[in-house]
């Protein structure tokens, strides 16, 4: 079946303006998580969405990043003002369990995001 | 010190060497502990997964978990080429976020 897709794959924005990334999960699956992954680096978590819910945003870098999940299927990280440090490959995941500690997460190809 | 340690390599060795990787984390709450691997330009899926302390294993691939000297590997026996990949360890306490380790990228020669 289908997986988890995101779009676009890749995103170049100059500092100062405003992205928006999407993420279409696993059809069904009802926990959706964001992840932000530098060079080099492994994913680090940034929010957790259970259905439309957003339980945890303890990631989220700053008040520029905005995530949302309005229908409880596909998802939205908005970056307002980007900065140099930004770039990276944003990855999102769903998983049929409930629970943001859930280890069985489908992950997507991710959208690398230059700031430039 | 970070919470998960994992030393990124690159590691590179000769198609059917037996694969060694690790990491260490310094958070004792952690119970759950999966391997991921990601293939370049790929987001990251599933290998392993094991509860607490003790082996795992699937097909080649063998987890192995010491919570008492807070480590844990996994073996790749038979190493393909095709095994070529970044494999990133993740942890949790259960309801809490994965933490990821940066990963080891391997590199098998045919």
């Known amino acids: 079946g289908a997986g988890v897709s995101q779009s676009p794959r890749y995103k170049v924005a100059k500092r100062g303006q405003d992205v928006a990334l999407r993420c279409d999960p696993i059809?069904?699956?009802?926990?959706l998580f964001w992840y932000q992954q530098a060079l080099g680096q492994g994913p680090e978590f940034l929010t957790y969405f259970q259905n439309e819910a957003q339980l945890d945003k303890s990631g989220l870098p700053s008040d520029r990043f905005f995530a949302e999940r309005p229908e409880g299927s596909v998802s939205t990280l908005k970056i307002q003002r980007t900065q140099q440090e930004d770039s990276a490959v944003y990855l999102c995941?769903?998983?049929?369990?409930?629970?943001?500690?859930?280890?069985?997460?489908?992950f997507g190809p991710g959208t690398r995001l230059t700031v430039t | 010190q970070k919470e998960v340690e994992q030393d990124p390599g690159p590691l590179s060795v000769p198609e059917g060497a037996i694969v060694s990787l690790n990491c260490t984390y310094s958070?004792?709450?952690?119970?759950?502990f999966m391997w991921y691997r990601q293939y370049s330009r790929k987001g990251p899926e599933l290998l392993m997964y094991t509860y607490s302390s003790g082996n795992k294993e699937d097909g080649r691939f063998t987890a192995q978990v010491d919570k008492s000297s807070k480590y844990i590997s996994l073996f790749i026996r038979d190493s393909q080429p095709s095994d070529s990949a970044t494999y990133l360890c993740?942890?949790?306490?259960?309801?809490?976020?994965?933490?990821f380790g940066k990963g080891t990228r391997l590199s098998v020669i045919a």
């Open positions: 993740a942890m949790n306490s259960g309801n809490t976020p994965l933490v």
């Open positions: 059809s069904g699956h009802v926990s």
């Open positions: 958070n004792s709450a952690f119970q759950y």
């Open positions: 995941a769903s998983s049929l369990l409930r629970g943001r500690g859930s280890y069985e997460q489908y």
